[in-house]
């Protein structure tokens, strides 16, 4: 080893020559001294992961109370209190610090995908230390400590192999679903780092071989703390409906403050008021442009939509995803365990023509034998389950077959083959299996005949064949030995061997995915097949289950590398769906970026650490729940519990119910603002002649009372028929559009205005009452006019039931919806008439609400109202029909 340095050594290419990446990080193949380890441990602080972020809880938390709706709601507790409704005034509040508080749990999710990420590292590592082998805390391994790696190992730094070979699993790293090669006499190639066949990753894991590796990388150097720290520097954005909602609070406040500030002038100028009731009746006019049940009610049908989807196989995170998941329009999927079912299974074999007549019973039976995995309890390599699997179809008796071992020969990386030697009618024989051409260099016959090279060639052309499907493809070999052999007497073991043949073997799509993808077509979503593993294989699956159609364009890890912005966005604007193959972290969050910047709204599965920042990027991130790493499924927004794709199809179709259903309550909450608007214009306008029709508190008992129910049963309206044969929505559509206004105020508001204006003359009327007669307290006329402002307030719940009916549907009539489809809103059309029964009648909240029963008389008028209201909108309803049709 060099002598100490005052600064720590620097690795500039791991993929040098051994000898000169020994020398920059001045170390040796002997390791470090003990003294040096805790030097550079100093220098280079633990190996660990570490959230380079400051804590910014209090800046999330102070965000929910800023909301502009929660504004709008303090305001409305304010003005409670001020009009002495105490109790309100706390329920306000209540629903306020709710929202808050789930909206802040909500974004402290995303801090949680960095603590899972340091699961992946092991707690202890094996290195050389002063020249010999010690166990240390994988905290405290530093570049330049040597690591013994062997098979089950968890590997705890990046490291560059110094002797020996490694087969890792890295599929938490790269999403490559097969297992890989590592060795130390491996020559570099072109590629990422990850792609380097003489390195190994922190977070991966050996699966068989044993080595020593120099460490050039730890914490936050490594490639998953490269992936760590993506991860904390994406941020989560507001879904459309969360931005949208900002937009249109702001616009409420607006003009909730505007009309209530104009009043006060109009009020002592033209009706001649003194400036204390006006200023009292501008709150009332505010009071009734704030929807202070609009918050809690699309919290609360977000949160329906999670347990509704929740019970369909997906979890959702965050509530505005489920809105989001309705204007998805493009889906990044991965390949392995979401369009497949993770699970190999044999799918050809093929046996040379020379092996004989019982050929393909020996090649099965041999497979079955050169297994360690057990099929009844379904452990061990998914390989071998599947060869297990094929041999027992094929009538192989399992229990004969691997019944009688006498010497094991683990998968050798270097080799790649791997050996047993077993015990058969009182004969020793060695089975091979393994990459073909090792398979094939290794044998010398076929059947009782030697094996010739015109018969290698083609056992080469069908592997060759086999592969070009994606298929993965073993050779299997058998030789019958005169004695058992030792552990150093492999090599005898492997060579003369007798071919038997090749079995191919694929993870087969879901048979569920095919329908899901038309789905996704006929609704005008686009799939991109975006994984880790080689482009045939992913082409092959992508094909079969009816995504880009024959030929799809394959886009490899050189070629995407070369791909400039522009050039990416190009190509994904096209009308082909494409596979990316081997992509790395920064290649998905590239393609989730440029679809992002054209105007689409995304969704990315992903099951690996390497898919954890692009998982965060897209608007909706979506993680497998059990085959995903935990870190994935931290960082998306929504989990699969079943890691199927018809899952997304299905969740989709949620969210486009969802945010349907969000247009109809808002429609519904929007509809009686003019009727509780126009009566304080009337009273402004008369000068005063015209009694205030309704009270600030009558209308508080309305925004959060009577319509909550019905609104969110509106919610949960079930989908309509050819949700999902409609394109996307237009990104940038508002949820709160010209056409819901026009229908709300204009039609719905405007007509149930009118009514409850007649309601309150003709109780008025009456009551003997002429314009500018006295209705204060101790009047003859106060009570009348008490009864009257109770005329208004049950004219409007009665125009609410119209509405809600009115409401249920966007473009067809209610008979195609049906009267009965939505029996949560027949039970909250109930509630609001027992509610509103409840103010008028009961003798202490009429003190409250200052409300007195109408005569029967008045009352007769109220089944109307509600009748008129759905009649005047069906109408309106069946004009825009026959428009659309001309």
């Known amino acids: 080893m060099g002598a100490p340095s005052s600064s720590p050594p620097i690795a500039r290419d791991p993929t040098e020559p051994a000898a000169t990446l020994l020398r920059e990080l001045e170390t040796s193949s002997t390791g470090l001294t003990s003294s040096e380890a805790r030097r550079r441990l100093d220098a280079y602080g633990p190996n660990e992961l ?120 890295t599929s938490a790293l790269t999403g490559e679903s097969q297992t890989v090669l590592r060795s130390a006499d491996a020559s570099p190639v072109p590629g990422s780092l990850t792609a380097q066949p003489d390195l190994v990753f922190s977070g991966t894991s050996a699966t068989g071989g044993d080595a020593t590796a120099a460490v050039f990388a730890t914490g936050m150097q490594t490639e998953i703390g490269r992936i760590a720290a993506l991860s904390d520097q994406v941020s989560t954005e507001q879904s459309p409906l969360q931005l949208q909602v900002r937009r249109v609070a702001w616009l409420i406040a607006l003009i909730a403050v505007g009309v209530g500030i104009a009043f006060v002038p109009l009020g002592t100028a033209v009706a001649g008021l003194p400036l204390r009731d006006a200023v009292i009746f501008a709150i009332g006019l505010l009071v009734a442009n704030v929807p202070e ?4 009610t699309i919290t609360l049908a977000l949160a329906a939509g999670v347990r509704q989807l929740a019970r369909r196989g997906a979890l959702v995170k965050r509530l505005g995803g489920v809105e989001t998941l309705g204007a998805t329009d493009v889906i990044c999927t991965d390949k392995t365990g979401t369009l497949t079912l993770n699970r190999m299974r044999v799918v050809d074999r093929w046996t040379p023509d020379a092996a004989g007549s019982d050929a393909e019973p020996k090649l099965l039976r041999a497979a079955a034998t050169c297994t360690t995995a057990d099929l009844d309890a379904e452990t061990g390599d998914p390989t071998e389950l599947a060869l297990l699997a094929a041999a027992r179809d094929g009538g192989v008796d399992l229990a004969v077959a691997t019944g009688a071992r006498r010497q094991l020969f683990h998968f050798d990386p270097t080799r790649r083959l791997m050996t047993t ?46 592969a070009a499907r994606g298929l993965r493809v073993l ?134 650490v390497n898919d954890a920042p692009a998982l965060r990027r897209a608007d909706i991130g979506v993680a497998m729940g059990r085959s995903g790493t935990e870190v994935a499924r931290e960082a998306a927004t929504v989990v699969l519990t079943d890691d199927d794709f018809s899952t997304i199809v299905a969740a989709v179709e949620e969210g486009r119910r969802v945010y349907s259903n969000i247009r109809k309550f808002i429609l519904y909450i929007f509809a009686h603002a003019p009727a509780e608007v126009l009566p304080f214009l009337v009273f402004a306008l008369s000068g005063g002649a015209v009694p205030l029709p309704l009270t600030a508190v009558q209308i508080l008992a309305i925004d959060l009372g009577t319509e909550t129910l019905p609104a969110l049963a509106l919610g949960r309206e079930p989908v309509e028929e050819g949700t999902m044969e409609r394109p996307p929505r237009r990104h940038g559509a508002q949820v709160i559009d010209r056409a819901l ?141 026959r428009r659309e049709a001309r």
Not at 426 to 432: G, R, S, V
Request: overall charge negative.
């Open 50 to 169: 570490v959230r380079r972020r400051g804590a910014d809880w209090p800046r999330q938390l102070a965000a929910q109370f800023t909301h502009p709706l929660a504004l709008l709601l303090a305001a409305a507790a304010v003005l409670a209190q001020l009009a002495g409704m105490t109790v309100l005034t706390i329920a306000i509040v209540a629903v306020i610090v709710l929202n808050a508080a789930l909206a802040f749990w909500q974004e402290r999710q995303a801090v949680h995908a960095l603590e899972a990420l340091r699961e992946y590292l092991p707690p202890q590592a094996t290195v050389l230390r002063d020249g010999r082998s010690v166990s240390v805390d994988a905290t405290t391994v530093v570049p330049g400590d040597v690591l013994l790696l062997q098979e089950g190992d968890r590997i705890s730094a990046d490291a560059r192999l110094l002797s020996g070979a490694l087969e890792c699993d």
């Open 475 to 608: 050779g299997i070999a058998e030789r019958r030995l005169d004695r058992l052999p030792g552990r150093n007497d492999r090599d005898d073991s492997e060579r003369g061997l007798t071919f038997l043949g090749l079995i191919a073997m694929i993870d087969p799509p879901r048979p569920e995915v095919a329908d899901a993808v038309a789905k996704c077509h006929r609704a005008g979503i686009k799939i991109h097949v975006v994984t880790g593993d080689q482009g045939l294989t992913a082409a092959n699956v992508a094909g079969q289950v009816g995504i880009g159609g024959a030929g799809i364009r394959i886009v490899g890890a050189e070629e995407f590398a070369a791909l400039g912005d522009a050039e990416l966005t190009t190509l994904l604007r096209g009308p082909e769906e494409l596979v990316f193959a081997r992509s790395s972290p920064e290649a998905k969050l590239r393609i989730a970026d440029a679809l992002r910047h054209d105007g689409h709204v995304v969704a990315m599965t992903g099951d690996g």
């Open 741 to 881: 206004l026009v229908r709300a105020w204009g039609v719905l508001g405007l007509t149930s205005a009118i009514l409850v204006l007649g309601g309150f003359f003709f109780a008025l009327w009456r009551a003997g009452w002429t314009p500018g007669a006295a209705t204060d307290a101790g009047s003859a006329l106060h009570d009348g006019y008490l009864q009257a402002t109770s005329m208004s307030f049950l004219g409007i719940v009665a125009c609410q039931l119209g509405t809600a009916l009115a409401a249920r549907a966007e473009r067809t009539s209610l008979r195609s919806v049906g009267l009965l489809g939505n029996r949560l809103l027949l039970w909250g059309i109930a509630f609001e008439l027992v509610v509103a029964a409840a103010v008028v009648w009961l003798p202490p909240l009429q003190e409250v609400f200052s409300t007195r029963p109408p005569d029967l008389s008045t009352l007769a008028l109220l089944p109307a109202f509600p009748v008129v209201v759905w009649g005047v909108d069906e109408l309106y309803r069946w004009n825009l029909r």
């Open 421 to 466: 030697v077993d015990a058969r009618a009182d004969e020793l024989w060695a089975t091979t299996k393994g990459a073909p051409e090792e398979v094939l260099d290794r044998c010398t016959r076929i059947g009782d005949r030697p094996l010739d090279e015109r018969q290698r060639a083609r056992a080469r052309a069908v592997d060759e064949q086999l």
């Open 293 to 296: 049940g609009l918050l809690p």
